[in-house]
């Protein structure tokens, strides 16, 4: 029968759509719910890798309609699958359009089931490499869809992946870094651990920590080095920097500067984040900002070296030498060439007077713009401001920036500045937001404290150091806290905790 084939067809793709939506839609609520639903999505997975070739076919053969009938809220890893089958084609003549794909991809990213994947976490990472190439989409849509997935991946943004660094090249290198604050505004607190991430925990138990689910062994992560670790502060400091947010920037650059190392080992990127550590501090705070206590002393007489002229910029930028500071900037233009700081050094120059003018409320709760005219001055020009209206057109960008907390007020004919007095109280709705936001940061921590213990008990090195540490406080009444810090390397950073992120 000439239909038979078509019978046939049709046959094959009832059948592959039924294995794609074998597995049951019920969340777990409850450790007992799941370890029955563990058990049935590995089998879930087991039976799909099993019949690839045959998915793989009917996929081929028709996929839109395919795709049609699966929900990627419920479907997610027959979804995944479909997709990456998809997207391995290098044959321009796909059965789909390109469009259509794409269209599929983003529908995938906004809502796949966020416990399916981690059953599934090879192809699931494979997808967001693909998306973090920039060859699928325009910047600023891959940008935003990667930095969706990874929060719904991981909801608290506290755990660093391989993808984290893929996500701050992207967003820098395209100039797209609005999209991917929400990723970099997160405080890391964990790396992935290869050496003994099981904690014989289910994938899909309710309020599972990232720490129990994103690793290397359930494919949610590539391998993560130090390197990966400084070059993504960096280039996060870098992204900060192109957006004007200096604090932020400052946090990201102190992060690689205070990096552990090793006696002499302090590396390019970290001497390149100390210098603009510095020049960043000026504009965040007006001042030289204080290295950490926790940063490797090994490190200091390195940055004292290769950031020397940064230092004297600084130290004439908070002694309030603009002509020094102008010519110390206009002598050595190849330098901030070569390291990449001319227009850094720009903004230095810009926001000398501003912080000049910051200053003043040390001094004055109410200045004439006049006198702040005749007591500040411009280190662009060397000079005063050239009348009272340009003072009062860089106060009004200053007070409408946030930089400045005053207001221009009008006596008669003269212009004042007013500081604000007690700037740091907080309304009623900001003390609220600080507090809710305190609440949710220790709650946070709590548990990430309860898992951090757990991780540790089960460390024999730990454990070992612990029994020590109890022979030696009985002998002679040492503090049983010190010792355990000093013993750690350098290496053993991607196996648990930054005491400082």
């Known amino acids: 029968s000439p239909d038979l084939p078509w019978a046939r067809h049709m046959q094959a793709m009832d059948h592959v759509h039924g294995i794609l939506t074998a597995l049951p839609v019920t969340k777990p609520s409850t450790n007992f719910d799941a370890k029955a639903y563990d058990i049935s999505i590995r089998q879930h997975v087991a039976t799909l890798t099993n019949i690839v070739a045959e998915i793989r076919r009917a996929v081929l053969s028709n996929p839109e309609p395919l795709l049609e009938t699966l929900d990627p809220a419920v479907h997610s890893i027959g979804y995944l699958i479909v997709l990456d089958i998809l997207l391995q084609l290098a044959d321009p003549a796909t059965p789909?359009?390109?469009?259509?794909?794409?269209?599929?991809?983003?529908?995938?990213?906004?809502?796949?089931?966020?416990?399916?994947?981690?059953?599934?976490?090879?192809?699931?990472?494979?997808?967001?490499?693909?998306?973090?190439?920039?060859?699928?989409?325009?910047?600023?849509?891959?940008?935003a869809l990667l930095s969706t997935a990874m929060l719904r991946i991981d909801s608290s943004g506290t755990f660093f992946t391989s993808t984290h660094l893929l996500l701050a090249k992207l967003a820098y290198s395209s100039n797209v870094v609005e999209a991917a604050l929400e990723v970099f505004d997160r405080d890391i607190l964990f790396y992935?651990?290869?050496?003994?991430?099981?904690?014989?925990?289910?994938?899909?138990?309710?309020?599972?920590?990232?720490?129990?689910?994103?690793?290397?062994?359930?494919?949610?992560?590539g391998n993560v080095k130090q390197s990966t670790v400084l070059e993504y502060d960096y280039i996060r400091g870098l992204a900060y920097m192109s957006m004007g947010l200096w604090s932020k920037a400052e946090a990201a650059f102190e992060q690689v500067i205070s990096h552990p190392s090793r006696i002499g080992g302090v590396s390019k990127i970290m001497v390149e984040s100390h210098k603009r550590w510095i020049l960043v501090g000026l504009l965040s705070q007006g001042k030289i900002p204080t290295v950490p206590s926790y940063t490797s002393t090994s490190a200091l007489p390195s940055y004292k070296i290769t950031g020397g002229s940064y230092a004297a910029i600084a130290e004439a930028f908070c002694n309030g030498d603009g002509a020094k500071l102008r010519s110390l900037i206009e002598e050595n233009p190849s330098l901030w060439e070569e390291d990449g700081t001319s227009n850094l050094l720009t903004e230095i120059l810009s926001s000398y007077q501003k912080w000049q003018i910051i200053g003043l409320r040390q001094v004055y709760q109410r200045v004439e713009i006049s006198q702040v005219r005749e007591m500040t001055l411009n280190a662009v020009t060397g000079r005063p401001l050239a009348n009272d209206g340009e003072v009062l057109s860089l106060v009004d960008g200053m007070i409408e920036s946030g930089m400045l907390d005053g207001q221009i007020e009008q006596d008669g004919n003269e212009n004042y500045i007013s500081f604000r007095e007690n700037n740091d109280v907080l309304s009623e709705a900001e003390f609220a937001t600080q507090i809710a936001k305190s609440h949710s940061t220790i709650n946070l921590l709590g548990r990430q404290y309860q898992l951090m213990n757990d991780r540790l008990s089960g460390s024999k090195e730990y454990v070992k150091h612990l029994v020590k540490d109890q022979k030696r406080a009985e002998k002679d009444n040492t503090d049983a806290g010190i010792g355990f810090d000093s013993q750690i390397e350098d290496e053993d950073l991607m196996a648990g905790i930054v005491p400082h992120a």
């Open 192 to 221: 992935p651990d290869m050496s003994h991430s099981k904690d014989g925990r289910l994938l899909c138990e309710p309020n599972l920590a990232p720490a129990s689910y994103i690793s290397t062994q359930t494919g949610l992560t």
């Open 96 to 143: 789909i359009s390109q469009a259509a794909l794409l269209d599929k991809v983003v529908e995938f990213i906004l809502h796949f089931d966020a416990i399916q994947i981690r059953y599934y976490g090879q192809s699931m990472l494979s997808l967001l490499e693909k998306i973090g190439s920039g060859r699928l989409f325009p910047p600023t849509t891959a940008v």
